[in-house]
């Protein structure tokens, strides 16, 4: 009965979301998609039309591009919103019975949904390129569910620390802003010097960016880098477990502190 009562409430709230986020403003929900189609546009005006980007593995650079963006987005945007979760919802908080462990589900859940209408589009433009589909694109719900579950279990930790340290959102701006350079957007491995590889492998996105790929162009399913893979879900347990403690030990002072 509770896990019921959980799942509805999330539906819920996640819902509420979605129509709350942009309330007041003359397009609302319509926002979470302009916002990251300009970004594109502009991304794809200064390296297509600018730069003169030449075409990456015989891919248009479009195509590749935006399988590497589109799963940033959704991970930037979840991480920004769930660490801000908790405080935002300091009412509900103090209220003894409310499951609060949810509230980084919400958002994150949230930004899936837009991201879902992303990876959509992403689709029919690789067909309108006269790209055939194949089985492994299969891999998309496997790819969508390790970043979900990555992005959960690093927005709990950051969710609990900008409650007791506001410096938390400063911190993780500067780190999107490496990070995105760190992972293979505008770049594949082959760009970067042989004994740099690993290191930048250490990034658990450079797999969920790479397995998009893989997954449209490939046909590299996951189970043929298990390495990478072991690496990647080991990264997202010690997450968990670490957002795990957190909450345990630090649950009880939540309202003291809001």
């Known amino acids: ?11 819920k709230m996640v819902s509420k979301d979605l129509l709350d986020k942009y309330m007041g403003s003359y397009l609302g929900i319509l926002w979470s998609f302009i916002h990251p189609i300009m970004t594109v546009l502009v991304y794809w005006f200064i390296f297509q039309v600018g ?25 930037s945007d979840a991480l920004n919103s769930s660490t801000y979760s ?7 908080v103090k209220k003894v019975v409310f499951p609060v462990h949810i509230l980084p589900f919400v958002k994150v859940f949230s930004a899936f949904v837009i991201h879902l209408f992303f ?16 089985l492994s ?3 998309l719900l496997y790819y969508c569910f ?3 579950v990555f992005t959960l279990a690093l927005g709990r930790i950051t969710s609990i620390l900008y409650i007791f340290l506001k410096d938390t959102t400063q911190i993780i701006t500067m780190a999107l802003q490496f990070l995105f350079w760190l992972t293979p957007i ?47 879900w080991l990264c997202t347990f010690l997450l968990y477990y670490i957002g795990q403690k957190l909450y345990k030990r630090l649950r009880p002072h939540f309202a003291d502190v809001l």
């Open 137 to 139: 694109i299969i891999q």
């Open 86 to 92: 908790i405080v935002e919802n300091s009412f509900l």
């Open 186 to 232: 505008f770049w594949n491995l082959l760009m970067v010097p042989e004994k740099y590889h690993t290191l930048f492998k250490l990034n658990p996105l450079y797999y969920i960016v790479e397995g998009f790929r893989d997954a449209f162009f490939y046909e590299v399913w996951f189970w043929q880098k298990p390495r990478m893979t072991l690496y990647f």
């Open 1 to 11: 009965m509770k896990k019921l009562f959980s799942k509805q409430l999330l539906f």
């Open 146 to 148: 390790a970043l979900t």
């Open 51 to 75: 730069f003169k980007s030449v075409p990456i593995d015989n891919l248009p650079f479009i195509l590749w591009f935006l399988a590497g963006i589109i799963p940033w987005f959704y991970f």
């Open 119 to 134: 990876v959509s589009v992403l689709i029919i433009i690789f067909v309108s390129y006269g790209y055939d589909i194949n």
